[in-house]
């Protein structure tokens, strides 16, 4: 698919299962989708790609597996480096990151090929007593643009960030070179890639994650009838809301919906097997009694470990939805929005602008992942006289924030252009409207981001762009990985041939908001 073009497209009719072949004469054109693939195998593969695109001068991506709702991994015309088969997993009961003094030591870590899929990280940290803090898609490589963007997980708020908690990369950089990117060598790229983007420092071969011992989890599934009305979802969102500074500081994290929640917490006082569910049930009791008494169901149980719960409430509904073209809008929303009157309202305000543009309070989604009673990073990393700066490049944002609220839209496989545009233009007048809700003290998942954002530098990145910038003017100096709105993209790439799938689009919103804005 190209968003900007849709004769530049070969896509399937998927509101019909199974979907229609084409009919007969039926265009069926590449779309953004690179022109050649290359498997990665060994670092050979690699330097050949990068010599032969700093000969030729063609457009190189990276391609790994999951999704990429920011289209980075495709460009018409370029040459793919695919990743996937960056295979292996190795566990270690006491990780030193190489060139690091024994004193280091990070404890018990889970070494990926950037490939692996987080499903099989999941069921290896199992077979080992140990707990991987990882993403909700199973077929998401965690070593490659999942940690790299970041990282969240519903285990966050207690055990933080994917980047808060990887020591160590290992990595092909633009210029040729292999390194180890850890706190004790090459610190800068290390900092960069806890943070700063997939697809724009190097070709990760492989990266070291902090684990946990296995444990007890609590989950909370608590479901409202989904015959609701757009007023009562209204009403389970404002309640949430105001719970939601109480589970907060109790560890709960999970995914809240307009119909639903589905939260987990892994805190002793909580996750406790020895109870009854006693204390998990008493802390989700208010959600409880809303959904009962309006004829929803509410589960609240403890299981003896994550993959039990992995397993049974993420599983099942995570390989369902193939072949839809979805655009998302976040926010990373600050704590002081929970604490008053003030802020509640504000964020109830929010909801009725953005239900006025066309989105359906019944399919509001967030995910609660954001570190928020975990200490910051620096009290979980070993620590090393060689650092100086914050150990992630990740947005600030993330460590005040409680709600990371999302919008989406799905475009239909046939949308005419017009109506392309359209979607875009309200989506991004609801990013807009949620970066005036937060100020400057908010901020956006970059891996989650509306990719028609305006002012994506400080949104995604914040104070951390300028450094990120220069970290990537060292490793890449030729500019050989240029990805939409990685660090590195400079505006005048919008109207580029290179990117013209996303360009004309972000052109023709930009006009269309300023047109109403003049209205």
Known sequence: MCLGDPLDQCTLNNTVLPAPEPAPGASCNQGSVPSYDIEVLEVSDINAVLNFTKRYRVPLVIKNSGHDYLTRNSQKGAIALWVHKLQGLVFHDDFIPAGCREHSTAGRAITAGTGVSTGDIYDFADKHGSTFVGGYSPTVAASGGWVQGGGHSVLSPVYGLGADRVVQFKIVTPDGQFRVANQCQHEDLFWALRGGGGGTFGVVLEATHRVEPSMPVAVANIKLPSNGTSERSLKWIELMARQSLVWGKEGWGGHAGGLYLTYMNPVPAIANLTDGSAAAKSSMSVATEFALAVGGSSVVEVLPNYLAVWNKYVLPGALTTAGVTRILATRLIPRRLFEDEAGIAKLMDFMATVQKLGFDPRSFYCPIGTPFVFEHAT?????????????????????????????????????????????????????????????????????????????????????????????????????????WKCIGFEDEDISSDRFRCQGRLQLDVDVALMEKSNA
């Not at 005040?400 to 005419?416: F, Q």
């Open 379 to 483: 009290s979980l990393q070993p620590r090393t006289e060689n650092v100086s700066r914050s150990p992630t490049s990740v947005n600030p944002a993330w460590y005040n924030a409680l709600w990371d609220i999302s919008t989406s839209l799905t475009i239909p496989w046939d949308a005419s252009y017009a109506e392309r545009l359209q979607n875009m233009t309200a989506i991004t007048r609801a990013t807009l409207l949620a970066e005036e809700l937060t100020g400057t003290d908010g901020g956006t998942y970059p891996n989650e981001a509306n990719p028609f954002t305006s002012n994506w530098h400080e949104s995604w990145w914040g104070e951390n762009y300028a450094a990120l910038l220069d970290i990537k003017k060292k490793y890449d100096p030729e500019g050989l990985l240029k990805c």
